[in-house]
């Protein structure tokens, strides 16, 4: 299984983006019951936790973007979305998108968000 994350770009700091992560061909049938997520890494910091969406899409969000970032997902095109609003210059890092496919997890190449001030 193959994660495609995109989207990714520069911003002025109150701006708004939306990333997307698609799955390959060979989960088309089962994508409806994985999780999807967003973890994203800033420079010299750990990879971190944005958003989840399960397979019953129920959404989690960290702290600090709830109310600015929209998880959602779209089975018949296998994508999870990520709709960044207000963004801020904290909101800068590598985003990866992430799948939960009971018992493995699979992970997207990246997407990398700037934002500038």
């Known amino acids: 299984v193959q994660l495609q994350a995109s989207g990714g770009g520069l911003v002025q700091a109150g701006g708004s983006l939306r990333l997307s992560c698609t799955a390959s061909?060979?989960?088309?049938?089962?994508?409806?019951?994985?999780?999807m997520g967003w973890y994203r890494q800033a420079p010299g910091k750990q990879r971190e936790l944005v958003a989840t969406?399960?397979?019953?899409?129920?959404?989690n969000y960290a702290d600090f973007v709830k109310g600015r970032f929209t998880i959602s997902r779209d089975n018949a095109k296998k994508t999870a979305y990520l709709q960044m609003n207000s963004l801020k210059p904290d909101d800068t890092a590598v985003y990866y998108c992430?799948?939960?496919?009971?018992?493995?997890?699979?992970w997207g190449q990246g997407t990398q968000v700037t934002v500038s001030s």
């Open positions: 969406i399960t397979s019953g899409r129920s959404t």
């Open positions: 061909r060979s989960i088309l049938s089962t994508f409806s019951t994985v999780d």
């Open positions: 992430y799948m939960y496919w009971a018992p493995r997890e699979y």
